[in-house]
């Protein structure tokens, strides 16, 4: 192996073992799904769909490409299944190229408010070329107001209304949204890629019985690999298929579909719940523990992995939290909060998961230790190398199995 190579992989290794990941769209993918995706069906080409590729030799791609699919359907109650796109960001292309023209009207949450790029900032795609409306949180609760959402629905007139947040940390009620949408005639879509884990726990309310579509990623809260996932009512199968192949995407990387496969067996055990309510707990312990140091948690509280923390209390940004954390070990990313009046490259908040700390078995004593490490980081309290000394303690006393 190219010495270069070896060693930058190595310095990686060496870094993920001995930090504190919190960032909330991060996880660690256990051996088995690496070694799926580390596997020979790497070297296959299969563009095309199980039993009608373009290209020969595809009959055992076939079977895991269907096999993923099956225990996509099981695992999450789901009409139809598309287990090809590469990432989030290309099953929502897929999906919004198959259901909407320039001039349709999509509702969603702008990301200043924990929405996603996908949902129609002006810098990405979904911005330049759909047609988004969106809809805020409320200023004082800084939760969904679905009483407001309904009502500029019915001025709105949207063809479709899309929830799913990548930085809100509350419990989204998808029934009510599906009765706005039923009493606007709109459609239903959900971007559940931070919350798919919880969903297939059961530990959140499920988006996919009331949805016509739904996409996610397959790691995050579900722990898979790095990738993409459509699901959907079954009227909407052949636009949403046709539009992933050959509409924007070539060979799938059955590799990846592979590891996704695995991941979807991994999260239908009795030991994945187990591992989904300890990320619940966690969040909740850290985000109460937080507060009392007064760090104001954004809503009040957490229903999911996610914490979203304002630090302007410490006078200081988003920016200056995520370096300072970040040089101690505790690995964060600056996030705007609702109505932030700082700039998203500053910004006034951080944003917190639990995912990958629950995923090495930390539990309420680690995060007495982090949240306390936190705390002396940004007061600075303490010399930033102290901390960072009881960050690497805490990490390897809660190993990740990487070899």
């Given amino acids: 192996m190219d010495i270069n190579f070896q060693e930058i992989l190595n310095k990686e290794k060496l870094r993920q073992n001995n930090s504190i990941v919190l960032i909330a769209s991060e996880n660690y993918a256990s051996k088995s799904v690496r070694e799926a995706q580390g596997s020979i069906f790497t070297n296959k080409y299969a ?9 020969g030799g595809c009959e055992y791609v076939d079977q895991i490409e269907e096999l993923a699919i099956d225990r996509a359907k099981e695992l999450f109650g789901a009409e139809h299944v598309n287990v090809q796109p590469h990432s989030g960001a290309q ?15 999509i509702m969603s949450l702008p990301l200043d408010h924990g929405g996603h790029l996908t949902h129609g900032s002006k810098v990405n795609f979904s911005g330049k070329f ?23 629905a019915k001025i709105i007139n949207p063809k479709a209304i899309l929830s799913g947040f990548t930085a809100y940390p509350r419990e989204i009620d998808f029934e009510k ?18 919350i798919s884990g ?89 985000a109460e523990k937080l507060a009392r140091e007064d760090l104001r948690i954004v809503t009040g509280d957490t229903d999911t992995h996610m914490i979203l923390v304002d630090v302007s209390n410490y006078g200081i940004t988003g920016k200056f939290a995520e370096d300072k954390l970040n040089n101690a070990g505790i690995i964060v990313n600056r996030n705007t909060i609702p109505y932030d009046t700082k700039p998203p490259r500053v910004c006034s908040g951080i944003r917190i998961g639990t995912a990958a700390i629950s995923s090495r078995g930390m539990d309420s004593e680690a995060i007495n230790i982090i949240s306390e490490c936190i705390v002396d980081i940004l007061k600075q309290r303490k010399d930033q190398e102290i901390v960072k000394s009881r960050i690497v303690k805490l990490a390897q006393k809660h190993p990740i199995n990487l070899d």
């Avoid at 563009?47 to 290209?55: A, K």
């Avoid at 099953?91 to 009207?105: E, G, H, K, L």
């Fill in 47 to 55: 563009e095309g769909y199980p039993g009608e590729r373009y290209y």
């Fill in 91 to 105: 099953a929502n292309m897929a999906v919004y190229s198959a259901t909407f023209d320039s001039q349709d009207i």
């Fill in 130 to 152: 759909y047609n988004f409306k969106h809809y805020n949180v409320d200023r004082e609760s800084e939760q969904i107001d679905y009483d407001a959402l309904h009502s500029q």
């Fill in 177 to 194: 949204i599906n009765f706005i949408c039923k009493d606007t005639d709109s459609l239903m879509i959900v971007d559940m890629a931070h």
């Fill in 198 to 286: 919880l969903i297939a726990a059961k530990l959140h309310s499920d988006c996919v019985k009331y949805a016509d579509i739904v996409t996610s990623t397959t790691h995050k809260t579900l722990r898979g690999p790095r990738g993409g996932l459509i699901l959907s009512k079954n009227k909407f199968s052949k636009k949403i298929d046709k539009s992933v192949f050959p509409g924007m995407q070539g060979g799938p990387m059955m590799h990846t579909i592979a590891a996704k496969a695995v991941a979807f067996q991994e999260a239908s055990s009795q030991n994945f719940i187990k591992y989904q309510k300890l990320v619940l707990s966690n969040a909740k312990l850290l």
